[in-house]
C-alpha cells in the first residue's frame, strides 16, 4: 500500500514553514519526504496545506481492559485516542487483573493489534497487584513488552520496596512512572486542601501529600541511579523540585495533564464530580509554576491522564464519586488552546511535549517525529477554525469532561496510524 | 421583601437581606408558638419528609414539631436508614418525591448532599446538615437568638470557639455573622480551625483570651472526640485547659456579653458548669427558638418556591 500526502506543512526543522511538502508513506513507513514527489499507483491525499504532526504519545492513560469493559475497553479508548491526536497510547497497570505477569501483557498486546486502531504499550506494575508489598515479575513483564513499570494511582507507601524497585529496574533500564502521594496526609481528602475546600465543607488532600512523595522518589532514584519519571505534576512544588533535580544532572523526568494548567480547584465549586481527579486540581499559583515548568522544560511531557469512570460513579454525592476524567478527546485541543494561542510556547514545542519527548523517554525509536524510515503515525491538524467541547460525541465510554461547553480552537482532521488513515 | 428559593442548601448562598427576611419571620412565628393552640393552617394538606442519613435527637424533634405546628403530615424515614444505605440519594429523592412530598428535610454525611438531591427533586429540600458543610437551621436560630438580646449585627464582636474543622453550624455562622456585618473572631486548636479561616473575613486567635477580649457573644461548638481522628487533639482534658469556656475567660469579655452552645454540651468541656447555669449562657433560649427558626423556613420556601409555588 502507497500512500502520498500531498501539499503538507510541516513546522519542525529541517523542514521550512514557508515550503509545502509531500509524505511518502510505503509498508506503515515515512518512504520518503519532499517537494512534489510523484509515485507510480500510490493513492494522493492532498491536505492543502494542512499542519501535519506526528502522532501523538499517551503517556498516562487507562484502558480499563481487562477488567473494567463497562467502563471503557480496547476498541473505544483507541477510537477516543484516534479521535484526540493520539497514534500511541500506553495503559496503566491497574487493570483486573493487574498487569504484574506476563499473561497479562501478552493478553493486551495481542487483544490490541487486533482491535486497536491505534499502539497500545502496557506498563508493567511495580509492585504485585499494585498493592505495594512485595516486588512484581518486572523481568518477565519487561520480555514481554512493557515499556515502563508503573503502579497505576496506587502509591508505593513502603520506602524500602520503592528503593529495591528502582534498584532492579536498572537492569532493564525502564522508566518508573509513579503516582506521588503521602496518603497519611491526603487521607479522607477529596479534593484539594484550602479555602475552597473549606467552603464547600470538603476534605482537602494537601499539596504536601504530592510533595513530601516527589522529594522521596527523587532522593531515592539519585541514590539507585534509577530512571525516574513523576507522573501528573499539580503543584508548584513539584515543579519546582523537578527542576532541581534535573539541573543536578539526575535521570528524572515528569509529565503534567492538561486538566492541571487549564484548570483549578475553582472548578470543583456546586460540588462538580467531573472535576474530581487525583491528585486534585489546584491553586492558580500551581497553574503559574506549571506553565512557567511547561515553558522553560522542566515538565518533559503532557499526557491526557485519561481515567474513565462510569456515569453512575460520577453521579454521586462528591465525597462518594469516582476520580476521573475522560481526556484522550481533550488534551489537544485545552493544550493547543491554553499554551499555543496564548504564546506560552509554540506548536513545535507542544509537539515535543506530546510527541517527541514520550517517544524518548519510553525508548520508542521509531515514533515521536517526522523523517524517513520512521513509523508513519502522523495527525493532520486545523488551527484556525473554534469548536465547542461536546462530551456527548465521544469515542470514548466516559462521556463527561470539566471541560463541557468550553470554546477551544485545534482540531485533529486525520490520525494516520502506521499509513492507515484511524479518524 | 422576597425570598424567592426552592431550596435551604446554607448560609453561603444566601445574602444579607434574605437572613434578616428569614429572622423576622421566624419573629413571627413565635406568635404562633406563644399561643395556647400552637396550630395554624400555612401547610395544610402538604408533607414534610425527614430523610436522615445521621442520627440527630433534637434537631429532628424541632423540624418535626415546626411541620406540625403549621399543620403539616410529617413522615421519618431515618429508621430506614439500612436500606437508604444501598439506595442512591437520587433514587431516595424520587421515591420521595413521587409519592407526592413537598418538603424533603436531608441530613447526611457527604457535603453537597442536599444540593444533589434538590436538582433532581421537585420538592423543596431543607439542609438539616451535610458533612462538614453547612447546617442553616441551627445557625438562624443562633441568629435570632442574637439578634433578640443585642438587637443587631452591625458592630457586635463574635468569638467563635473550638472546633472549627468539624462544625458544620460554626462554618454557616461565620457566613452568616460576617455578612451581617459583625465582627468575628475564631480561636481553637489550631488543628481544629479550617484551612484557609483566613480567607473568611475572620480574625484567627491562638490564645483564647484574644478572641474573646471585649466580645458580645461567645459561640462554643461541639468537641466530639469519638468523631475525629485521634491525631488533632491529644485529649478532651487538655482542650479545656486552653479553650474551655469558665468565669475566668468571661472576665475578658464584655460584661454582658452571652454564651452559646449548640448542643448536645458535655458540661465542664466546652463551658464550664458555672457558666452554664449562669444567665450569661442562653441555650434554653436557643432550643425554644429552634421551632421557630424552622416553622419560618417552611413558611418561606411554601410561599416562593417549589412544588408549592
Redesign the interface.
Known amino acids: 500500500m502507497k500512500t502520498i500526502l500531498k501539499n503538507c506543512k510541516l513546522i519542525t526543522p529541517p523542514y521550512s514553514e514557508e515550503k509545502l511538502y509531500d509524505i511518502f508513506i510505503e509498508g506503515g513507513l515515512i518512504a520518503d519526504i519532499g517537494e512534489n514527489l510523484h509515485v507510480e499507483d500510490a493513492r494522493e491525499l492532498d491536505l492543502d496545506g494542512h499542519v501535519v504532526l506526528p502522532g501523538f504519545i499517551d503517556m498516562h492513560c487507562n484502558i480499563c481492559e481487562p477488567g473494567f469493559e463497562n467502563i471503557e475497553d480496547i476498541s473505544t479508548v483507541s477510537r477516543s485516542a484516534a479521535r484526540g491526536g493520539f497514534t500511541s497510547i500506553t495503559c496503566e497497570p491497574n487493570t483486573k487483573p493487574v498487569i504484574d505477569n506476563k499473561t497479562v501483557v501478552e493478553y493486551i498486546i495481542s487483544k490490541s493489534k487486533a482491535q486497536a486502531s491505534v499502539n497500545i504499550y502496557p506498563y508493567g506494575s511495580m509492585s504485585m497487584g499494585c498493592q505495594g508489598t512485595a516486588i512484581a515479575e518486572i523481568g518477565e513483564m519487561y520480555e514481554a513488552g512493557v515499556v515502563a513499570i508503573s503502579d497505576g494511582d496506587e502509591f508505593i507507601d513502603s520506602a524500602a520496596l520503592m528503593r529495591n524497585v528502582m534498584r532492579y529496574s536498572r537492569m532493564f533500564d525502564l522508566p518508573i512512572m509513579t503516582h506521588c502521594e503521602d496518603r497519611s496526609l491526603s487521607?479522607k481528602g477529596v479534593m484539594n486542601?484550602?479555602?475552597?475546600?473549606?467552603?464547600?465543607?470538603?476534605?482537602?488532600m494537601?499539596r504536601e501529600a504530592e510533595e513530601l512523595q516527589v522529594a522521596r522518589n527523587i532522593l531515592l532514584a539519585e541514590i539507585t541511579g534509577a530512571r525516574l519519571h513523576i507522573a501528573h505534576v499539580s503543584t508548584g512544588g513539584s515543579v519546582r523540585m523537578v527542576r532541581d533535580a534535573k539541573k543536578r544532572g539526575l535521570q528524572v523526568t515528569c509529565e503534567t495533564c492538561p486538566h492541571y494548567f487549564a484548570l483549578t480547584e475553582e472548578a470543583v465549586e456546586?460540588?462538580n464530580t467531573f472535576a474530581k481527579v487525583n491528585p486534585p486540581l489546584r491553586t492558580q499559583e500551581d497553574v503559574e509554576a506549571i506553565l512557567e515548568g511547561i515553558a522553560d522544560g522542566t515538565i518533559d511531557a503532557i499526557a491526557s491522564g485519561h481515567s474513565p469512570t462510569s456515569r453512575t460513579d460520577k453521579?454521586?454525592?462528591?465525597?462518594?464519586a469516582a476520580y476521573g476524567i475522560s481526556a484522550l478527546e481533550t488534551a489537544f485541543p485545552i493544550s493547543f488552546t491554553k499554551l499555543v494561542e496564548t504564546g506560552i510556547i509554540s506548536l513545535a514545542r507542544l509537539v515535543e511535549l506530546m510527541s517527541k519527548k514520550p517517544a524518548e523517554i519510553l525508548k520508542l525509536e521509531q515514533k515521536g517525529e517526522i523523517a524517513v524510515g520512521k513509523d508513519a503515525d502522523l495527525i493532520v491538524i486545523e488551527t484556525k477554525g473554534t469548536q465547542i467541547i461536546e462530551p456527548e460525541l465521544f469515542a470514548s465510554k466516559a462521556k463527561f469532561s470539566p471541560f463541557a461547553g468550553q470554546e477551544v480552537k485545534g482540531r485533529v482532521v486525520y490520525t494516520i496510524v502506521g499509513g492507515k488513515i484511524v479518524s | 421583601m422576597a425570598l424567592h428559593r426552592k431550596d435551604f442548601f446554607g448560609l453561603?448562598d444566601l445574602t444579607a437581606d434574605d437572613i434578616r427576611y428569614i429572622l423576622s419571620t421566624a419573629e413571627t412565628m413565635k406568635y404562633i408558638l406563644n399561643q395556647k393552640n400552637k396550630k395554624a393552617p400555612h401547610l395544610q394538606g402538604k408533607s414534610v419528609i425527614i430523610l436522615f442519613y445521621e442520627q440527630s435527637a433534637r434537631a429532628k424533634l424541632s423540624y418535626e414539631l415546626a411541620a406540625q405546628h403549621l399543620s403539616a403530615n410529617v413522615v421519618d424515614m431515618t429508621n430506614s436508614a439500612h436500606s437508604m444505605e444501598r439506595e442512591?440519594?437520587?433514587d431516595m429523592g424520587q421515591l420521595v418525591d413521587q409519592m407526592g412530598a413537598d418538603f424533603i428535610i436531608l441530613r447526611?454525611p457527604?457535603?453537597?448532599?442536599a444540593?444533589?438531591l434538590a436538582e433532581c427533586v421537585e420538592a423543596s429540600v431543607i439542609n438539616a446538615g451535610?458533612?462538614?458543610?453547612?447546617n442553616p437551621g441551627q445557625s438562624l436560630l443562633d441568629l435570632l437568638t442574637i439578634k433578640e438580646r443585642k438587637g443587631s449585627f452591625e458592630g457586635l464582636k463574635v468569638a467563635i470557639i473550638g472546633d472549627l474543622l468539624h462544625s458544620?453550624v460554626a462554618?454557616s455562622n461565620i457566613w452568616g455573622l460576617t455578612k451581617l456585618g459583625a465582627e468575628v473572631c475564631v480561636s481553637g486548636p489550631p488543628t481544629l480551625l479550617?484551612?484557609?479561616?483566613e480567607?473568611?473575613g475572620v480574625q484567627v486567635h491562638y490564645d483564647v483570651r484574644e478572641a474573646v477580649n471585649q466580645a458580645d457573644v461567645i459561640l462554643t461548638t461541639r468537641m466530639r472526640m469519638e468523631a475525629q481522628?485521634k491525631t488533632f487533639l491529644p485529649s478532651l482534658d487538655e482542650y479545656k485547659r486552653f479553650f474551655r469556656i469558665d468565669h475566668n475567660l468571661l472576665r475578658y469579655a464584655k460584661e454582658d456579653a452571652i454564651v452559646m452552645h449548640p448542643g448536645p454540651i458535655q458540661r465542664g468541656i466546652e463551658i464550664s458548669d458555672g457558666v452554664i447555669d449562669s444567665p450569661q449562657c442562653i441555650i434554653n433560649d436557643q432550643i425554644a427558638n429552634s421551632v421557630a427558626v424552622r416553622m419560618a423556613m417552611f413558611y418561606i420556601l411554601s410561599q416562593m418556591g417549589g412544588a408549592l409555588a
Open positions: 487521607g486542601e484550602g479555602y475552597t475546600a473549606s467552603c464547600l465543607g470538603l476534605s482537602g494537601p456546586d460540588y453521579d454521586k454525592e462528591f465525597g462518594n | 453561603r442512591s440519594l437520587q447526611h457527604m457535603a453537597g448532599a444540593r444533589l451535610d458533612g462538614y458543610n453547612e458544620r462554618k479550617l484551612p484557609g479561616i480567607k473568611f481522628d
